[in-house]
Structures are given as C-alpha cells and as structure tokens.
C-alpha cells in the first residue's frame, strides 16, 4: 500500500509539473491584469497604463488595467495574493509592499514569500526643499540652522510612513537635527504648505516639488540620489551636501502570485526590460521624473529585502505605526 500511495504521489507531482510546462509554453494565451494599488490618476496609475499599452506589443495579448485602491496599498496586495500563479493577474508595486508590514499588523503578509519579484521598473528620488523665506539656502545651512533652534522647524511629507517621512525621520537622525514632522494626506498637499508659509521644509518627490523649484517658488537644496540627475542638474545631491551615505527613492515594480512558474517569470521579465528599453517610453518616464532601471527578479527581491532592513530599523526607533 505504501508503495502504491508513493507511485501515486511521483504520478500527481510529474503531472503537475508537465501540466506548469506546458502552461509556461503556451503563455500567454489570454488577457493580462494589472493591477495598480492607487486611484485612477496618479503617478502609479500612469506607470501600469503606460506599462500596460507597450507590454501587450511585445507578449501578443491585450493587457489591462484595474485600479484597487485601499489600506495604503494592502487591498491590492491581499486581492492577488488570492489569485492563480498563472501570469495573468500581476501587481504594479511600490515601497509600500515593505513599508505596510512595519506599520501594521493588520497587513498580514511577506513580500518575500508571498509575492513572487518580476522586475523593477523605474525609481522616484526624494528631493529635500524649503519656504523661500528661510535664512539659508543649502542642505548644510538647513543642518546649522536646525542645530541651532531645535524643534523650531517643522518639515512636511506626503503622510505618515510614506518614504518621504521616513526618509525625513533618518535625515534627522543622521545628522542629529530635531524637526516636527507635519504629514499630508499627498505631496501636493504638503508643498501647497510650504509654499504657504505654514510649514518650512519639505520631504516630496521629484516630480512634485521640482517644478515649484524651478518657478522658484520653493528653495530646493538637495536630491537623495547617488549621483546627480539630468532633470535637477542644478541640484546637489545629499552625497555632495557633506552627508554620505544617504539616497532614497520610491521604486515601482511588477510583481506576482507565489507559485507561479519561472519560466512565465522570466517571460514577463524579458517583456518588460524590452518595453524599458524602448526611446519613447524613456522620454514619457523622464517627464514624469521616473528614471527607469529594469533588470532581474532577483534586483527586485533585493531592493525589497532592503527596504524592510533600513525602513525597519527607523520604524522601530521612532515608534511610527497605523494600528
């Protein structure tokens, strides 16, 4: 008996497997769904549409948009966590994937283990700005104005444990400055203060407060990037502000249900470094201050081991939460 369960068992297993195979073969052989965790209309939504209309070019089958947004992203992620690993219903991530289990037990998830990493596809850098009344003009006069009236100044962000504040928590830390934090339910919402009068310094993304820069309406003082980039070449980065060591950026990425097979991984993957490499959409990214990256799986799953480290260790030391 044991023996026949046991040939039963080899006999289910090299079905399955045969079975993924050829599914893998065949794929794809009907619509995609992508999913994106963010009303219709914004940066997110922009990428999976402009993502979603070259991608069907290069796999040969329609691929489709669905905006499921809530809970800071978690509605998505819970939704395709339920779903096939087949390939055919995909989510356009971000920094909230990590981010989301440190802020709440209500999440319930891993990204490394529930989610299967195809790609990143492009990345966001936080800008440091200020009002323009403000006695200095430089990230290092920031530093030695705030050094010198602690809690005095205030920094706006986009909302509580969004990148932006985080990365705003971990710039006061490195530098030992001591700021209140004013979280907005948006970035635009946040520059409007800061532009306003009501708060002094600003946390946001590059494609939201740069234009305000550039009108010279907002000081802009530095960019959280390695190396400078060509839509802000006026702008230093922190590295070169005199404090090394410090780069963030929101990342967007496709990702799937656990279980599904790599050969259908690696063909999603090859589709999308195909579609980043394509002129037109770099120049459609760009203007959204998007820097496109691509690359493996693995750079993906590395990016998001990453941010559970570094965002992680901040959470824990300033006890931020959304429970």
């Not at 008996?1 to 599914?23: E, P, Q």
């Not at 947004?69 to 995909?90: F, R």
């Not at 030695?144 to 928590?169: D, F």
Request: glycine share 8%; with cysteine.
């Amino acid at each position: 008996m044991i023996y026949l369960r046991t040939l039963r068992f080899i006999a289910l297993l090299v079905a399955s497997l045969c079975s993924g195979m050829t599914s893998a073969q065949n794929y794809p052989s009907k619509h995609i769904h992508i999913l994106s965790p963010t009303p219709p209309g914004g940066s997110n939504d922009m990428l999976a549409r402009l993502l979603a209309d070259k991608m069907q070019h290069v796999l040969g089958t329609t691929v489709i948009v669905e905006n499921k947004p809530g809970a800071s992203g978690t509605t998505a992620v819970k939704y395709i966590m339920e779903q096939p690993g087949d390939g055919y219903t995909l989510l356009l991530a971000n920094n909230a994937i990590a981010i989301n289990p440190l802020l709440t037990s209500k999440a319930r998830y891993d990204p490394r283990t529930d989610l299967v990493p195809i790609a990143q596809i492009g990345r966001i850098t936080v800008i440091i700005g200020g009002r323009l009344d403000l006695p200095f003009d430089t990230l290092a006069g920031l530093v030695t104005y705030a050094k010198s009236h602690p809690g005095q100044l205030s920094y706006a962000s986009c909302g509580t444990g969004t990148v932006p504040h985080l990365a705003g928590e971990v710039f006061k830390r490195r530098t030992g400055i001591d700021m209140i934090h004013v979280p907005y339910k948006g970035c635009g919402d946040s520059i409007a203060n800061v532009i306003g009068g009501q708060v002094d310094v600003t946390f946001s993304t590059m494609p939201a407060l740069l234009k305000y820069v550039e009108q010279k309406r907002v000081k802009g003082y530095a960019i959280a990037s390695e190396q400078r980039i060509s839509a802000a070449k006026s702008l230093p980065t922190v590295a070169e502000s005199g404090y090394p060591g410090y780069a963030f950026a929101l990342w967007h990425g496709l990702m799937a249900p656990k279980n599904t097979p790599a050969p259908i991984v690696e063909r999603l993957n090859s589709a999308i470094n195909q579609v980043l490499q394509d002129p037109s959409v770099r120049q459609q990214l760009a203007m959204q201050g998007v820097e496109p990256t691509g690359g493996t799986p693995a750079t993906l799953a590395k990016i998001i081991a990453s941010d559970l480290k570094t965002y992680g260790e901040v959470i824990r030391e300033t006890h931020i939460n959304l429970d």
